[in-house]
């Protein structure tokens, strides 16, 4: 039932404060501000010292972006690898290692195949899972469920936003437990992500904003998406949306590799969306955004206006943004990034809850 949407995928971005507030309340203790686990996540953080995360397409970025958490908050060095590259390089299993899953079918073969790998490998398995009851839930050693309820739209949206909140729980409780964090870190940490639900609520009042901006990549052929840090998977989860949905030639790239060769494709015709938060690398991101601009670059920028203002860079802000705590910008952002795809594909009338060639779950490799 689409309710009162013309797309479940339209639906779908809109339960994200529901869905992720649920998710967020089974991993957190809200009365004391701490991350709690429940009973189905019994893993030592401290007594491991490698994290090996594999997921497909967004579960993937939803990995890649978790790799940032689990090693500045808990100094957990992480490797990040896509299933069908995992399973068949076969990686040595060495040392005191958990492997993570993502998925929220939980029936993703090349998923599958890695997990069973690393079962066979002796090596304990976490996956974060939103159906229950699926197969890699199933096999695993441990399940941390996603609670975004069913996702019926192929492109993921709240089951991306809702496995950043479990990835970002799991790598707060591990900062703890390894003693990276201070407890007024972790306070300040629980904190930020008990504040997303409120925070998704406040951008997906702007949703029109979104819409202008929409509009005008109708009439493109190509797209650049750019963003550093937490950030740079989430602008490659930007151009897989809007190359998804709407077919146009999206690529996204860390902002930093610009000038080792894609500066070379900028001119007036090609949009540069450039996810620019006020967070530890903004001043990085805004010298490539100078970069861009210098080369008369058509730039949309989804960025807090106060930043960049700051930084003489207002008037290039196409998606405003509210502040946002770094740690939690890829939650927020992703709001953004969904509804331009969204937008852009609906406005040019393709299929958007069942795009052309892909399958909700691709239980074949
Ligand atoms: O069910 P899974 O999370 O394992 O699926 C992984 C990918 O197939 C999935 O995220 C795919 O990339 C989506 N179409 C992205 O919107």
Redo the contacts with the bound molecule.
């Keep these: 039932d689409k309710g009162n949407y013309s797309h479940f995928m339209a639906k779908e971005i809109h339960e994200q404060p529901e869905v992720v507030g649920r998710t967020i309340a089974h991993y957190v203790d809200l009365a004391n501000g701490v991350v709690a686990l429940p009973d189905t996540v019994n893993i030592d953080f401290a007594a491991i010292d490698r994290l090996v995360v594999v997921?497909?397409?967004?579960?993937f970025y939803a990995g890649a972006i978790a790799k940032y958490w689990f090693e500045q908050l808990a100094g957990l060095p992480v490797e990040i690898d896509v299933a069908s590259e995992f399973r068949y390089r076969e990686p040595p299993l060495s040392g005191r290692g958990l492997a993570l899953f993502i998925?929220?079918?939980g029936e993703?073969a090349d998923?599958l195949a890695s997990l069973r790998y690393t079962q066979q490998g002796g090596w304990p398995s976490l996956a974060v899972v939103n159906v229950q009851t699926s197969t890699i839930a199933r096999e695993s050693t441990m399940m941390a469920p996603t609670l975004a309820g069913p996702e019926i739209g192929?492109?993921?949206t709240k089951?991306f936003t809702c496995q950043l909140a479990v990835l970002l729980a799991l790598a707060i409780h591990a900062g703890r437990v390894r003693g990276v964090l201070s407890a007024e870190r972790e306070q300040e940490l629980v904190g930020a992500l008990v504040g997303v639900p409120a925070l998704m609520n406040r951008v997906l009042a702007h949703e029109t904003d979104v819409e202008v901006v929409a509009r005008d990549l109708t009439h493109t052929t190509d797209v650049l998406y750019l963003g550093r840090g937490l950030s740079y998977p989430l602008a490659l989860e930007g151009a897989?949306?809007l190359k998804?949905l709407s077919y146009i030639h999206a690529e996204g790239y860390a902002a930093g590799e610009l000038k080792h060769g894609p500066i070379a494709l900028i001119d007036e015709t090609i949009p540069v969306i450039v996810i620019a938060p006020r967070d530890g690398v903004f001043e990085k991101t805004v010298s490539n955004i100078q970069e861009v601009a210098a080369r008369g670059g058509n730039i949309i920028l989804i960025g807090d206006r106060s930043a960049a203002s700051e930084v003489g860079i207002a008037g290039e802000t196409a998606i405003e943004m509210p502040p946002v705590h770094p740690v939690v910008v890829p939650l927020i952002y992703a709001i953004p990034v969904q509804l331009l795809a969204y937008h852009t594909a609906r406005v040019m009338g393709k299929d958007v809850d069942q795009p052309r060639n892909?399958a909700k779950?691709?239980t074949v490799e």
């Excluded at 997921?55 to 579960?59: K, M, Q």
């Design positions: 997921g497909c397409g967004t579960a998925s929220q079918s993703t998923t192929v492109a993921s089951a897989l949306k998804e892909l779950s691709v």
